[in-house]
């Protein structure tokens, strides 16, 4: 099978950051699948330098000429041009599909626009398919986050770190590292934005984050903004090395916890994951024997505390948590899963 993936290679289309969590678990797992063709369509980096519409036009042309069996998107706002979406899925033989991220909270204000102009979509939120279908749309399926487990693996290192997180400072979590840190329970912290940016700083990167064509207006403070910001080999390296591996959900200020990558990451690693608990985790992992959960600050410190001390237990709980993530939680699984859905398009048989 002939496979165009249309992603970002880039955090945010910006080499500064590093590679894109979609490069480094998607497109990663895609080539692993020796029996289909993969090519590249870095949208935003071709966005960036030729701006959206001659984006979409050679996005166009690249369908016309290569004629891919499957169209694999991973998108979250609107670089792509709905009514050339609509016609490959409509005028060619080419079967589309996105993976929706974050359907919590980007539902109302990007999925259901988009969705329509798939032949297929996934969504790792439960709760969003009636929504779909509300809007008249079935080709939906529920896919969840998973490890890409050609990267993330175990590692036979010393435990140098009680307790690490890592991740961006986004809602409550500076709050709640602070606190755990003035308990006397010192937190490793990594993660782009753990420095602190003045306003002025702040309202430049946040421009230039929100609207690709001006990226270079942030770039003076990338480098103290980005100052914890490790690679992937270094994090994965943290995971193996953290006696507890926090995993702390609240992403956005305006939306429920999620289920996140984090959560079959660090078990993927062989590391304990604290977690706090959101709605469906334990579909996935049995809590108190594959992961541990939380759902307050003072039994998120009760849980630190008593791990820290119980290592015969704290490892049993790591390694089940890992071989429930190696059987069942890959991208190589879910990516099959969603091959074998898409096959029941019409356009297989064409």
């Known amino acids: 099978m002939k496979i165009l993936y249309l992603a970002s290679k ?3 289309g910006d080499p500064s950051r590093g590679l894109s969590f979609e490069h480094e678990n998607f497109y990663k797992t895609l080539t692993q699948f020796k029996e289909h063709q993969l090519i590249y369509f870095d949208f935003l980096d071709i966005y960036q330098k030729q701006g959206r519409t001659k984006m979409n036009t050679l996005l166009w042309d690249k369908v016309r000429e290569i004629k891919p069996d499957f169209l694999f998107c991973c998108l979250f706002q609107n670089e792509i041009d709905q009514q050339i979406l609509k016609k490959i899925s409509c005028e060619t033989k080419t079967i589309t599909y996105n993976w929706f991220c974050d359907d919590h909270f980007r539902f109302d204000k990007f999925s259901k626009f988009y969705a329509p102009c798939f032949d297929y979509v996934s969504t790792t939120d439960i709760d969003a398919i009636s929504k779909y279908h509300n809007i008249g749309y079935k ?5 969840q986050w998973a490890c890409n487990t050609s990267s993330y693996k175990k590692i036979e290192l010393p435990l140098v770190y009680d307790i690490s997180f890592i991740g961006q400072p986004h809602g409550s979590r500076r709050q709640t590292i602070n606190i755990l840190n003035k308990s006397g329970l010192s937190v490793l912290t990594k993660g782009f934005g753990w420095q602190q940016l003045n306003i002025l700083e702040k309202v430049a990167y946040k421009i ?3 609207v690709p064509s001006l990226i270079l207006l942030g770039q003076p403070f990338l ?3 980005n100052s914890t910001r490790i690679s992937q080999e270094e994090m994965i390296k943290i995971f193996n090395q953290s006696k507890v591996n926090l995993n702390l959900s609240n992403a956005s200020k305006i939306s429920e916890d999620q289920i996140k990558g984090r959560n079959f990451e660090i078990p993927g690693c062989g590391g ?5 608990h959101v709605k469906h985790l334990e579909k996935y992992y049995i809590p108190d024997q594959e992961i541990v959960c939380f759902n ?3 039994e998120l410190q009760e849980k630190i505390t008593y791990y820290l001390t119980h290592e015969k237990e704290r490892k049993a709980i790591a390694e089940a948590g890992y071989q429930r993530t190696i059987k069942e939680h890959t991208y190589l699984k879910r990516f099959t899963e969603i091959f074998n859905k898409t096959k029941q398009s019409p356009k297989w048989h064409n």
């Open 10 to 12: 880039y955090d945010y």
């Open 208 to 210: 230039s984050k929100k």
């Open 272 to 276: 304990f994951l604290l977690t706090n």
């Open 223 to 225: 480098k103290k903004g």
């Open 139 to 143: 080709n939906v399926f529920l896919t």
């Open 296 to 298: 307050s600050l003072k």
